[in-house]
């Protein structure tokens, strides 16, 4: 069993700066991919990053890219989300997943999320 919780969120205005993180109580840390995804009110939750378990690897939905930055520290069990350049539409829950890789399912593993609110 995996458990994640994140930290982090809060109320910024339009073009600042976040940074979340997303802490896993799990021994094998590294052998999990781990994404973020957002949930905005009245939408459905999708995809923001994903990095690989050794974080060699990241992948960034378009809104994103250029903005965000997916990163981890194994040691630490810990994944970041780093956010710059802050739109309002970023404004969501955002949750942090853990991905078992010999698991068929994808992302087996959610935390309970952190609101991230954006002013203009």
């Known amino acids: 069993q995996v458990q994640l919780v994140e930290s982090g969120g809060g109320l910024v205005q339009a073009g600042g700066s976040l940074r979340l993180s997303c802490a896993a109580s799990?021994?094998?840390?590294?052998?999990?991919?781990m994404g973020w995804f957002r949930q905005a009110p009245g939408k459905e939750r999708g995809f923001v990053a994903s990095?690989?378990?050794?974080?060699?690897?990241?992948h960034y939905a378009d809104s994103v890219k250029g903005r965000f930055t997916i990163s981890r520290d194994n040691p630490k069990n810990t994944v970041y989300l780093q956010m710059n350049s802050l739109k309002p539409e970023d404004t969501a829950v955002y949750y942090c997943?853990?991905?078992?890789?010999?698991?068929?399912?994808?992302?087996?593993?959610w935390g309970q999320g952190t609101q991230v609110t954006v002013s203009s």
């Open positions: 997943a853990a991905d078992d890789p010999t698991i068929a399912t994808m992302y087996q593993y």
């Open positions: 799990v021994r094998t840390f590294s052998s999990y991919a």
């Open positions: 990095i690989s378990g050794g974080g060699g690897t990241t």
